[in-house]
């Protein structure tokens, strides 16, 4: 997105292991980024006042189910309010034209079926 002109503004935990995919990869090469927690609403909400994105790509999820197990309170914390706290910045922040949530297919049974998960309609 980069190498198109976009500026990439990214937000997110510290990485956890040292050295870090992040930094291996020179990640942070071209783009600035902010260490933060989702769940801290008044972090997230300023640093969309200072730099008014357009686009919004929220991927910020505790994602491994065995850590889920052992540390319940805190996945659902980040998961559902860490998602509240990204759509409400997005609300106030008039600069804002598009949101994109990204899912884990973690949550979807696996049906061993050719294409991907399908979302069921409770009854």
């Known amino acids: 997105m980069q190498a198109l002109g976009a500026e990439i503004i990214g937000f997110s935990l510290n990485p956890p292991s040292e050295p870090s995919l992040f930094e291996i990869a020179h990640v942070e090469q071209n783009m600035t980024s902010i260490h933060g927690d989702i769940r801290d ?14 686009i919004v790509i929220h991927m910020a999820a505790q994602s491994l189910v065995r850590q889920s197990y052992q540390s319940p309170v805190e996945t659902f914390s980040t998961n559902v309010m860490g998602t509240v706290n990204l759509l409400e910045s997005s609300r106030n922040t008039p600069s804002v034209k598009a949101a994109i949530a990204i899912n884990s297919a973690k949550c979807y049974e696996n049906s061993e079926q050719m294409w991907g998960g399908i979302e069921k309609r409770m009854q």
């Open 41 to 54: 609403l008044n972090h997230l909400s300023n640093v969309f006042n200072v730099h008014q994105p357009e």
